[in-house]
């Protein structure tokens, strides 16, 4: 085993248990391209090249790649990127490679030092979703993340990133993973989540409007909406939409589901144009 680099978030997966639970949750067929990120020492990469028609694997650690080419380089169905997955244009990289292009899947170990950029680069934004989304991502991250990602409203984890993620996606839990199933064991507990991406049924007419409510709804945890949203609506103004959405006034942001939160930027927005055009 290579020595893991901190620097680059390395972790070597180890455990039979949670590699089974990540494969299984990919629901991967023969048809299936894969996008991975961060392949290491290829532990993963080995379970997908079975699985899958193509895999992509994209490894920033240039002392990786020689051991990556001498495990899978005899396999057709595997192709390595190496650089950085944040800055790379994956399609551009794919033009030479039809038998690689357009993977619909991400199923990836990730840096945990970069889980925010990574979940960005593959769903996008609510401002700017992903305009290729994928049909599934399923990755392993920090626990703690993994249940805000996941979380509904009124739980102790829900927050900003549970409504920039589930506006765009279905988020799973699929399994807690103990730091001893790594080596080196990370210093905090892991778990594997499944996003599917899908079409939202009532958008946000304003989505960076959206963003920002969100962003100072939740920025002092423990006041009520009518004090984080003050710099940009006044409680009066908010109280009658609340009222008219028959949200309690007295709510946190916590207390809001996702579907809530877009019905309140859009009366927002209506409440707005309406002043605007008197
Ligand atoms: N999948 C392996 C390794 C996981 S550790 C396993 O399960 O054992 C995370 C991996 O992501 C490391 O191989 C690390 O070098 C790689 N990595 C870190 N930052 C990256 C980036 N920006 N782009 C691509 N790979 C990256």
Redesign the pocket.
């Known amino acids: 085993m290579p020595k893991?680099?901190k620097q680059?978030?390395?972790?070597?997966?180890?455990s039979e248990k949670a590699?089974n639970k990540i494969v299984s949750s990919a629901e991967l067929t023969e048809r299936d391209r894969v996008l991975?990120?961060?392949?290491?020492?290829?532990?993963?990469?080995r379970q997908l090249l079975t699985q899958a028609e193509a895999v992509v694997s994209?490894?920033?650690?240039r002392d990786?790649c020689p051991i990556l080419v001498q495990k899978f380089g005899k396999n057709e169905n595997f192709l390595l990127l190496q650089?950085?997955?944040?800055?790379?244009d994956i399609d551009q990289l794919l033009e030479p490679f039809p038998a690689f292009q357009n993977p619909r899947k991400v199923v990836?170990?990730?840096?945990y030092?970069?889980t925010g950029p990574?979940l960005e680069k593959v769903l996008g934004t609510i401002a700017a979703p992903n305009p290729k989304p994928f049909e599934s991502i399923v990755l392993?991250l920090q626990k703690e993340v993994a249940l805000r990602i996941c979380a509904n409203s009124n739980s102790s984890h829900y927050g900003a990133l549970s409504i920039r993620v589930q506006y765009l996606a279905d988020a799973e839990f699929m399994c807690d993973v103990p730091a001893k199933a790594?080596s080196p064991p990370p210093k905090v507990d892991s778990a594997v989540i499944r996003l599917k991406p899908r079409a939202i049924d009532n958008p946000a007419s304003d989505p960076r409007k959206l963003e920002t409510l969100i962003k100072l709804g939740f920025s002092s945890r423990r006041k009520m909406l009518r004090n984080n949203l003050k710099s940009v609506i006044e409680t009066e103004e908010l109280n009658a939409l609340l009222e008219q959405l028959n949200i309690d006034s007295q709510s946190r942001a916590e207390d809001l589901s996702v579907r809530e939160w877009i019905e309140l930027s859009n009366a927002f927005v209506m409440s707005t144009s309406a002043h605007n055009s008197h």
């Open positions: 893991a680099r680059f978030g390395q972790h070597w997966l180890k590699l991975e990120i961060g392949p290491g020492t290829g532990i993963l990469t994209v490894e920033i650690d990786l650089g950085d997955f944040l800055t790379i990836a170990n990730i840096p030092n970069i990574i392993l790594f």
